[in-house]
């Protein structure tokens, strides 16, 4: 069975830093790209980053980029955000996503759980 | 940036056809895939490609993209299939990158 299961979510102070991890397993990872994508309470679906099976492409939306940094360790099927200088609008469940597809027709199935990170003081 | 315009809300009475459109520029010219979010669940893939159903997924659930809309149809809506739907493309311009749309929610009268 395919799974993807993140962790790393929680409480941190506006500035502050923290680091989400997404373990896949029932699949190859290293032949897949990743992504992660958030939600904010209440809203709708947001692109934050994207990471080729290699590492070779990586893509971040404009919200986030220059503050978080995606990566991945494909020896350990793991996928990483890390969130640095957080702000109260990067609170928001925090998905990570394979992708299917290729090319120009790229979509993401499954997703894993989520994982909360709230950013107040 | 490119943007994708769903309509807020759609009702529907169970049993009857429900449909859920996307705004885009030229957006028949991309590939559209459609997600279905329920309360306190991850989004599930239902529609990829603009008419392709993944495993699983009922053929109540169909597809399609033309011009400058694409449409997600839900035929013989059930109770079940009330929940938030958002398409999404693959924007490969000189800043490549994902867009969802604003999302729909469907609910069944």
């Known amino acids: 069975e395919v799974q993807l299961v993140e962790s790393g979510g929680g409480l941190v102070k506006p500035g502050g830093s923290l680091r989400l991890s997404c373990a896949a397993s029932g699949f190859t990872f290293s032949s897949y790209s990743m992504n992660w994508v958030r939600q904010a309470p209440g809203k709708g679906l947001e692109w934050v980053s994207s990471i080729s099976s290699s590492s070779s492409y990586i893509y971040y939306a404009d919200s986030v980029k220059g503050r978080f940094t995606i990566s991945r360790d494909n020896a350990k099927n793991s996928l990483y955000l890390q969130m640095n200088s957080l702000r109260a609008e990067d609170t928001a469940v925090y998905y990570c996503?394979?992708?299917?597809?290729?090319?120009?027709?790229?979509?993401?199935?499954?997703w894993g759980q989520g994982t909360l990170v709230t950013v107040s003081s | 940036s490119y943007v994708l315009t769903q309509p807020p809300s759609v009702s529907v009475a169970p049993g009857k056809t429900a449909r859920i459109t996307c705004g885009g520029n030229n957006i028949g010219s991309k590939s559209v895939h459609w997600y279905q979010q329920k309360p306190g669940q991850a989004p599930v893939l239902v529609v990829y490609d603009d008419s392709d159903r993944p495993s699983g997924i009922p053929e109540r659930f169909s597809g399609s993209n033309s011009g400058n809309t694409a449409t997600l149809t839900i035929s013989r809506v059930e109770a079940g299939d009330e929940a938030d739907y958002y398409c999404q493309v693959w924007d490969s311009s000189s800043d490549p990158s994902y867009v969802f749309g604003t999302g729909t929610k469907v609910t069944v009268l």
């Open positions: 996503a394979r992708v299917g597809g290729g090319g120009n027709k790229n979509w993401f199935d499954p």
